[in-house]
């Protein structure tokens, strides 16, 4: 089973990680399931066989924001299957592992150009230097962590993707989900990420 961690503040929003869920649903080949934020005290099941972390409105420099989260935080630094983290997911993972926030100069909501760095895992279709129309829609960046994997880039964010240096953690900052019949690059990562594991 997948597990989409549904990150928005209101229930009004939740079709937005929705969105997550129909597209794993269309490329997978397993049962995947939604959850809040909120519901996270627990941990997981262990039939759960990787995370999906979603947007969010909530600002990773916003200390009020990640006290919401911090459940979550503590599930991505314990949890051992595979974790993909799209937007505010990459952001929350970023923080968890010692990642620095900022806010951009302006707000990114269109397809950005994204250049591959490493072709490696979810960015193996492409070569290094490929670049790909991925939709974006954020006004804040994360510094990459200690040790991290640095995969993507742009030039309005420099870390766009990135990778855990041992484990199976992924992540980036644009809404592959939200990828269209003209634009499939970001599709194409998450059935990269579906391919790790099944």
Known sequence: MLLVINNYFK?????KARQIVKVLQKYGKKQVKMRSYKHLRKGVSTD?????????PAHPWK????????????LVLEYDNPILGICFGHQLIGKAFGAQARILDS???????????????IFSTWKKGTTLPLCESHKDEITLPPDFIHLARSTSCENE??????????????????????????????????????
């Open 11 to 15: 229930e009004e929003n939740a079709f």
């Open 48 to 56: 759960v066989e990787a995370l999906i972390l979603s947007g969010s």
């Open 63 to 74: 200390e009020e924001h990640m006290t919401k989260f911090s459940d979550e935080i503590n």
């Open 107 to 121: 707000s990114i909501h269109r397809f950005e150009s994204v250049e591959v760095i490493q072709p490696d895992d």
């Open 161 to 198: 993707a990135m990778q855990h240096p041992t484990r199976p953690i992924y992540s980036t900052q644009a809404h592959l989900e939200r990828s269209t019949e003209t634009y499939t690059a970001g599709f194409q990562v998450i059935k990269n990420f579906l391919h790790l594991f099944s």
